[in-house]
């Protein structure tokens, strides 16, 4: 282990002399999956690009207030800058990919790990070597598209994934927020059950909390809480790139440090003010990252990913 401190659009847009952003669509389950392919004219490499928890689109935009990052987006614009093609996709259920199933929360993480699967033979199309490169929940989808890796497939990249199973991990977040106080019990014993793989009844949930927890919600987290992210790294066989932000608050450079200890096969590389949203730590404004589309990506993280698929070559 080393440490560091398919059918085309007919519309094109050009983002460069040298690249161009082409829709892609796949067979998903009941209908097409979508993605962004951006074309930085070598053939050897291609990145897909799996999107984290929740409605987060191709781009790393949500929906809900204060989800605007665009980190997606400038991901694949700064790979192909530095000479590396991407796809970046929605996930079934969700903007481009809504017709793929008719109902966004009747889906599991192997379900999102087949459709990972399904983007790298088609990226394989286009490139000799594919890489997944999963953010947040995405990254557990694609330790888990890993398992099972596509022929293509040379290797997995994570991007402030988590460490730890997912209910462990909502509790550490309940926790450090004080505006949770009055609901932690109440928290942690409807995660508590989702973990034991029973849903928590609707009714007898406060309202301020049903929201989180419906019952398509529910049962797509008994699926999710049942995943233990170090076993599923201890499996992989490829080579593994972690990349985490020290300014992360929402999942932790422990998280980083635990999947590390368990791929033997693995590089860490931890960027000291880097938030969740792979961009430089704004100070005095927390959530600056998450809702400002204009800043960029942290400079040391596509530098990080460029460094290491080219020592695997």
Known sequence: ?????????????????????????????????????????ERQHVVVIVPGSGPVDRDGNGPEVGLHSNSYRLLAEALTAAGLSSIRIDK??????????ADPNAVTITDYAEDARAWVDRAAKTASCVWVAGHSEGGLVAMIAATKPPAALCGVILLAAPGRPVGQL????????????????????????????????????????????????????????????????????????????????????????????????????????????LKADVSGQPFATYTDPDLPLHPALVPAIMGFISSQD
């Open 1 to 41: 282990m080393r440490t560091l401190s398919m059918a085309v659009a007919a519309s094109m847009v050009f983002q460069s002399p040298h690249a161009r952003a082409e829709v892609l669509t796949i067979p998903g389950p009941e209908g097409a999956l979508s993605g962004t392919y951006t074309d930085a004219g």
């Open 170 to 277: 909502m509790r550490a977040q309940i926790r450090a927020n004080p505006a949770n106080g009055p609901f932690i019990a109440e928290l942690e014993a409807i995660i508590d059950s989702l973990e034991a793989g029973q849903p928590y009844p609707i009714n007898a949930i406060s309202a301020e909390l049903q929201p989180m927890f419906q019952p398509g919600m529910q049962r797509y987290m008994i699926d999710l809480f049942s995943y233990d992210p170090m076993t599923a790294t201890a499996a992989l066989k490829l080579p593994l790139l972690i990349v985490h932000g020290e300014a992360d608050v929402q999942i932790g450079v422990q998280d980083a440090k635990l999947l590390q200890s368990a791929a033997l096969d693995s590089e860490l590389h931890l960027i000291p003010d880097m938030t969740h949203m």
């Open 92 to 101: 079934r259920g969700f903007f481009g990919s809504a017709t793929a199933i």
